[in-house]
């Protein structure tokens, strides 16, 4: 079964660093790029950048750009999305997605359960 | 990068059809043919219905169906079910660093 897992609920407090994985089993993974979507609460979704396999560049979205970092581990199929330094306005759910097309940016088909990240004082 | 509008509630009654729109621009919706539309119930992960501006992925029912006219692309729904109620987000490939870009969501209210 072609699936995206990703890490459990997590509560920080301003200030503090978060990394979050998406771990993908069922296909292969170097033929698809990843992408991390951020929905807060009662909101919408938003891109938030995107990465393959091969190590390349991540690509952020301009809102994103500086304050997040993504990358891959292709050795281990996973995923990454990780803060330096959280803020409370960073509470949301957090899903990875994998487009349905191979070597495509967009079409997101399989998309993991979310990740809460909750940050408060 | 700005969202896609969407309108933020539509409704309709078992059996009609409804259109959802979702507008953007001359950089993203009007100028690439990769608008994609998803369905989210609430407290799931959204699912991909529409692919490509009028592709299904496998498995979505063909009463859904998708186009796409200048900056505007639609989602269509006939035979409007109970279960279709849920959220609907657009989005569209996009020149900018981050290819993807939403819009901000329409409710469905089945009557």
């Known amino acids: 079964e072609v699936q995206l897992a990703q890490s459990g609920a997590e509560v920080k407090k301003p200030g503090e660093s978060l990394k979050i994985s998406c771990e993908a089993s069922?296909?292969?993974?170097?033929?698809?790029?990843i992408a991390w979507v951020r929905q807060t609460p009662g909101k919408g979704l938003e891109s938030m950048g995107i990465i393959h396999p091969d190590g390349s560049r991540p690509r952020y979205s301009p809102s994103f750009q500086g304050q997040v970092t993504i990358s891959v581990d292709k050795s281990i199929n996973t995923a990454y999305l990780q803060w330096s330094s959280l803020e409370a306005s960073d509470t949301a759910i957090y899903y990875c997605?994998?487009?349905?097309?191979?070597?495509?940016?967009?079409?997101?088909?399989?998309w993991g359960q979310g990740t809460l990240v909750t940050v408060s004082s | 990068q700005s969202a896609l509008t969407q309108p933020a509630a539509v409704s309709g009654s078992p059996g009609q059809s409804i259109t959802l729109s979702c507008t953007g621009s001359?950089?993203?919706?009007?100028?690439?043919?990769?608008v994609s539309w998803y369905q989210q119930h609430p407290g799931k992960a959204p699912k991909l219905m529409i692919y490509e501006v009028n592709s299904r992925p496998s498995g979505v029912s063909n009463r859904f169906s998708g186009s796409k006219s200048g900056n505007t692309a639609s989602l269509t729904i006939s035979g409007l079910q109970a279960e279709d109620e849920a959220d609907y987000y657009c989005s569209s490939y996009t020149s900018s660093s981050a290819p993807e870009v939403f819009g901000g969501g329409t409710k469905l209210t089945v009557l």
């Open positions: 001359t950089s993203d919706v009007g100028l690439y043919k990769y």
């Open positions: 997605a994998r487009p349905l097309v191979p070597g495509s940016v967009t079409g997101f088909e399989i």
């Open positions: 069922g296909y292969s993974f170097s033929n698809y790029w």
